[in-house]
C-alpha cells in the first residue's frame, strides 16, 4: 500500500519554466515532509523540508506549498535550469523518528530543456 | 568527512548465495537505514536502527537481515539472494531531528 502517492512520473519544461510536483498522504500522523533530489547513478540528497504547522515554505529557488486538510503538498521550482534536471521524491516521516523511516513517494523525473 | 559509506558499488549474485552490503557513518547518527529503489516504486525501508542493539523491520524486510553492534556500522545480510532482490541499495542515516543523508548505493543483480 503505497501511503504517499505522487504525481507526475515524468515531466518536462523548458528553462525558466516552473515545474510543479505533488504528493498526497493517508496517515496523518506523518509530521515531517521533505523533498529528495536524485542525481543519475548518486545517493537522494535533501532539497527543502516542511513541517505540518506552516503552509508555505521557501528556500532559494524552492517552495514547498502544504495544505494539512487536504493531507497533500507540493513543490515548486521558480525559474528552472537545465541543471535541475533529476528525480524528485516527496517523503513523509512519523514523528520522533528523525526522519530514519521515511515513506517515500514514487519519484518524479523533471526534464529541464535549454 | 566521508559521511555514509557504501560498498561494494555493484555485486551481481546467483542465486541462493549469500552476501552483506556494508554501510558505515562517520556522523555519529543514532539513527540508520536501509532503503532498496525499484522502478516507479520510489524507495522502500527494509530495515531501520534508533541505536546500537536496536533493530526494527520497515515496509520490505522478508529476505533481509541486519544487526547493529556500533553506532557507526549497519550492515544488511542477504541470506539467500533471489532475482526479486535485484534493486539498488542505500543506507541512511540521521540524528535527532534533523535531516536523512543518504549513501551512493549498491547496485546489486541477482541471476
Known amino acids: 500500500q503505497q501511503q504517499v502517492k505522487q504525481s507526475p512520473q515524468s515531466l518536462i519544461v523548458q528553462k525558466g519554466g516552473i515545474p510543479i510536483i505533488n504528493c498526497a498522504y493517508e496517515n496523518t500522523a506523518f509530521d515531517y515532509f521533505p523533498w529528495y533530489q536524485q542525481f543519475p547513478g548518486k545517493g537522494p540528497a535533501l532539497l527543502i523540508a516542511i513541517r505540518p504547522d506552516v503552509s508555505e515554505k521557501k528556500e532559494g529557488r524552492f517552495t514547498i506549498s502544504f495544505n494539512k486538510s487536504a493531507k497533500q503538498f507540493s513543490l515548486h521550482i521558480m525559474d528552472s535550469q537545465p541543471g535541475d534536471s533529476a528525480t524528485y521524491f516527496c517523503?513523509?516521516?512519523?514523528?520522533?523518528?528523525?526522519?530514519?523511516?521515511?515513506?517515500f513517494g514514487e519519484g518524479t523525473q523533471l526534464t529541464v530543456n535549454p | 568527512n566521508a559521511g555514509v559509506t557504501q560498498t561494494p558499488k555493484f555485486q551481481v549474485l546467483k542465486t541462493g548465495q549469500s552476501m552483506t552490503l556494508q554501510c558505515a557513518q562517520d556522523m555519529n547518527h543514532e539513527y540508520m537505514s536501509w532503503y532498496r529503489q525499484d522502478p516507479g516504486m520510489g524507495l522502500r525501508l527494509i530495515h531501520y536502527s534508533v541505536g546500537a542493539g536496536i533493530t526494527d523491520q520497515g515496509e520490505v524486510p522478508n529476505g533481509y537481515n541486519v544487526s547493529r553492534s556500533t553506532t557507526e556500522d549497519f550492515p544488511l545480510r542477504l541470506l539467500s539472494a533471489a532475482p526479486s532482490q535485484t534493486s539498488v541499495y542505500f543506507c541512511?542515516?540521521?540524528?535527532?531531528?534533523?535531516?536523512?543523508?543518504f549513501g551512493q548505493g549498491t547496485r546489486l543483480t541477482v541471476v
Open positions: 541512511a542515516s540521521s540524528h535527532r531531528a534533523t535531516e536523512a543523508f
Open positions: 517523503a513523509a516521516n512519523p514523528p520522533q523518528t528523525s526522519g530514519s523511516r521515511l515513506t
